[in-house]
Nanobody, 124 residues
Framework: QVQLVESGGGLVQAGGSLRLSCAAS????????IGWFRQAPGKEREFVAA????????YYADSVKGRFTIARDNAKNTVYLQMNSLKPEDTTVYYC?????????????????WGQGTQVTVSS
């Protein structure tokens, strides 16, 4: 079955960096667009970034544009989210998701599979 496993979360000071990874199995990876979302307690899951199956198209939420970079390595079935200049408001659980079809989208309802999430905590 399809599995998505996030890793790389942790505690970092404001202004620091983290790189999240999303390792996928059980699917033909390049046929799937991948998105990163985040969800704080009591809030809706929000879009962070997405990348097309080929990696040629990316989208970012305005709140992370210029600070976060999404990339993928189809040979390793892995997508990365490089997060720089982290802010305390970036603190939350981050999830990766896979959408069948190579075109990326920001709509969370379009994604078919989800990982369990990884916690990111940014201290001030």
């Amino acid at each position: 079955q399809v599995q998505l496993v996030e890793s790389g979360g942790g505690l970092v000071q404001a202004g620091g960096s983290l790189r999240l990874s999303c390792a996928a199995s059980g699917l033909t990876f390049s046929n799937y667009a991948i998105g990163w979302f985040r969800q704080a307690p009591g809030k809706e899951r929000e879009f962070v970034a997405a990348i097309s199956g080929t990696g040629g198209t990316t989208y970012y939420a305005d709140s992370v544009k210029g600070r976060f970079t999404i990339a993928r390595d189809n040979a390793k079935n892995t997508v990365y989210l490089q997060m720089n200049s982290l802010k305390p408001e970036d603190t939350t659980v981050y999830y990766c998701a896979a959408k069948l079809g190579m075109i990326a989208t920001i709509g969370r309802s379009r994604y078919d599979y989800w990982g369990q999430g990884t916690q990111v905590t940014v201290s001030s």
